[in-house]
């Protein structure tokens, strides 16, 4: 789903830029360029938000504290939510991904479909950092989450007996999967990024509100400084067979 900052709830946006044409000739160049800036970034978050249900997803920004529930709207895959919460003032994230997969598991000598529920929580402290050079990149949430899915029930699958339940911490984690901070921290800017559109769509969204020039300036508002992960304090996955 392409979802898209709604300008709809107030003022045109080509009235604004009308409206912007009655300023004199040094004063609408500023604010046209500040227009095409702030398009740029409505532009960003309609990508940060294309695959996210926003009418189900929730976001509470009370800085220095944000908590966040997301809800992914893919075609065809099943549910895969994430909830989470971020303390910005001590640099502490906690994450938990919950993701429905069905798997062909072999039983006797009949290959059938099971449905199982994988969860992910994280415990990380972060800190900011100056970029240099290339930005982090965002990483690809569904598809973290589906390799990691996959490895974890690989591994404690048995073909003669139908996985149940698979319950593992950061040290056990780590002897399947080498954690990545870089992959990690690329998964966390994909989500935080996501939250903060998410803000600013509920914000610009809110009833009665009329759009005004002055809702494109304040974008700080709702933003996370480029970060890295520091230290991770806890890791915990769980795999069971719900059906």
Request: hydrophobic share 40%; charged share 30%.
């Amino acid at each position: 789903m392409n979802v898209k900052i709604d300008l709809a709830g107030g003022s045109n946006l080509e009235k604004i830029i009308l409206d912007a044409q009655k300023f004199d000739a040094g004063e609408n160049k500023k604010l046209k360029t500040s227009i095409l800036s702030d398009l740029k970034d409505i532009s960003e978050d309609s990508q940060n938000l294309r695959i996210i249900d926003v009418r189900s997803s929730t976001v509470a920004w009370q800085s220095p504290e944000i908590a966040f529930y997301l809800v992914y709207n893919f075609i065809g895959e099943p549910l895969f939510n994430v909830r989470g919460s971020v303390k910005k003032d001590c640099k502490f994230v906690e994450i938990n991904f919950l993701y429905e997969f069905d798997q062909e598991v072999l039983e006797n000598i009949d290959i059938i479909l099971k449905k199982f529920s994988f969860s992910l929580t994280l415990k990380a402290a972060y800190e900011e950092i100056i970029s240099q050079g290339e930005p982090l990149k965002k990483q690809d949430v569904l598809n973290f989450i589906q390799k990691v899915a996959q490895r974890v029930f690989d591994t404690f699958n048995d073909e003669k007996k139908t996985l149940k339940t698979v319950i593992m911490n950061k040290e056990e984690y780590e002897k399947i999967i080498a954690i990545d901070k870089i992959e990690l921290s690329e998964l966390l800017k994909s989500l935080l990024y996501a939250v903060s559109s998410l803000a600013r769509y509920k914000d610009l969204n809110k009833s009665g509100v009329q759009l005004k020039i002055t809702h494109f300036t304040d974008r700080k508002k709702y933003s996370f400084n480029d970060f890295i992960l520091k230290d991770i304090i806890s890791l915990d996955i769980e795999i069971n067979n719900i059906s």
